[in-house]
């Protein structure tokens, strides 16, 4: 479905790129012409795709079944995160369950079903908002309760890393905290509609990495119930705001996010085109890209090359700062006349460029952590990145007309 494309292209290959993926994904029943008010893409579920929610500051990252982890810049809070679902004397595992992904700008929704009930997971990570909301819309015949599991992987992204970690379940949130031994850093995921919960064990015959969080049981009909993950580079008190603050403002937040990605689209160029895959195609490039933007807390904002799961490791795909994708992108966002955005790119370019004027090749999302110019290889490695900046500013300049941004530089 939607891929987070390498950005190393211009907008021409990322369209080809994204026409290919969608024509794919489009069955014939949802052939219908889509537009920016209804940009909705759907199709029965492969096991084997990637899916993401992303945000500028978290992602939720992982396959069509439904298995995740979640990142909260530049920390990784736990992986494979699933549900399984309680009915009668069975209980039975999402994976297995999973019919239907349906994935729009602002979310994917992964449709679970049986004969007695259907669940719809919805992820979604606001954009500029340090956590991810995951909505779960119950519709059953059947009494049926809902389990979220998931393993702690409570660490920061490579090559940086914390000591001693650990997890505790607090009773006043009704969730999990994640912790660290300073108290520096922070993690929390948990439900208002908790019912109960195991946390993981360790003894001389036998241990679980598994945390579980088992939600309200729903004996009938339609309910909605929520899972918010969030964290925080400083401390346990700061993620206990951002975890309130999503449940507090959850609808909002929601309906702001589709409403974004609408805006972004009105606010760049459109074409209208003859033929529905094309014209989706288009416009799920432009999203596609402006999903690259990260805002580091460390580091500031830029754009980075790609996403995937990092399943036991500590790097998610591309989700680094690249100097030559960020580049090669600013080309495709100046055709769109997103100015605003390459303004951005380059100002993070040149906040790391060497003093000898050498442009960057990757700047991790933890590099103020560790001597990563120093003592990594890969600070400067690249030497077509230095050439490309000179075009790329003057593709931005001469589209633009920024004489002050050229000058100031």
Not at 18 to 41: C, H, I, K, R, Y
Request: hydrophobic fraction near 40%; charged fraction near 20%.
């Amino acid at each position: 479905m939607r891929k987070a494309l390498a950005s190393c292209c211009s907008l021409v290959s990322v369209l080809l790129l994204t026409l290919v993926s969608f024509s794919g994904t489009a069955s014939a029943q949802n052939s219908a012409p889509l537009s920016a008010e209804n940009l909705e893409l759907k199709r029965p579920v492969r096991s084997w795709e990637f899916v993401d929610a992303t945000g500028s500051k978290a992602a939720l990252l992982g396959n069509e079944t439904g298995l995740l982890e979640a990142w909260v810049y530049p920390l990784k809070l736990f992986r494979n995160f699933t549900l399984a679902f309680h009915v009668k004397d069975q209980v039975l595992p999402a994976e297995e369950m999973a019919r239907e992904v349906i994935v729009r700008p602002e979310s994917t929704t992964i449709v679970y079903a049986s004969a007695l009930w259907t669940v719809r997971e919805t992820l979604l990570v606001p954009p500029e908002e340090p956590g991810a909301i995951i909505r779960l819309d119950i519709d059953t015949f059947a009494p049926l309760q809902v389990e979220a599991k998931f393993v702690r992987d409570f660490q920061l992204m490579w090559p940086a890393s914390i000591g001693g970690t650990f997890i505790d379940w607090d009773n006043k949130l009704g969730g999990y905290i994640l912790g660290h031994e300073e108290k520096k850093y922070a993690g929390i995921i948990g439900s208002p509609s908790t019912a109960g919960h195991r946390l993981e064990f360790l003894s001389n015959a036998i241990s679980s990495d598994v945390n579980i969080l088992l939600l309200k049981p729903v004996e009938k009909g339609h309910v909605t119930q929520y899972i918010y993950v969030t964290g925080s580079v400083s401390g346990r008190s700061e993620a206990e705001l951002r975890y309130r603050h999503l449940i507090e403002n959850s609808q909002q937040l929601q309906e702001s996010a589709a409403q974004y990605y609408k805006n972004f689209l009105r606010r760049t160029v459109s074409l209208e085109l003859p033929d529905a895959k094309l014209q989706a195609a288009y416009d799920w490039s432009r999203i596609s890209m402006y999903q690259g933007i990260v805002d580091n807390p460390f580091l500031g904002r830029g754009l980075i090359a790609g996403y995937r799961t990092s399943g036991f490791s500590q790097r998610p795909g591309f989700a680094w700062f690249f100097g030559r994708d960020s580049l090669w992108t600013d080309f495709a966002f100046d055709s769109i006349g997103d100015f605003s955005t390459t303004r951005a790119a380059l100002e993070f370019i040149f906040k790391y460029q060497r003093e000898d004027g050498k442009v960057e090749h990757e700047v991790s999302q933890t590099a103020t952590l560790v001597p990563w110019f120093k003592d990594f290889p890969y600070g400067y490695a690249s030497a077509d990145a230095t050439p490309l900046l000179i075009l790329a500013m003057n593709d931005y300049v001469t589209g633009s007309g920024d004489l002050t941004f050229l000058n100031l530089h």
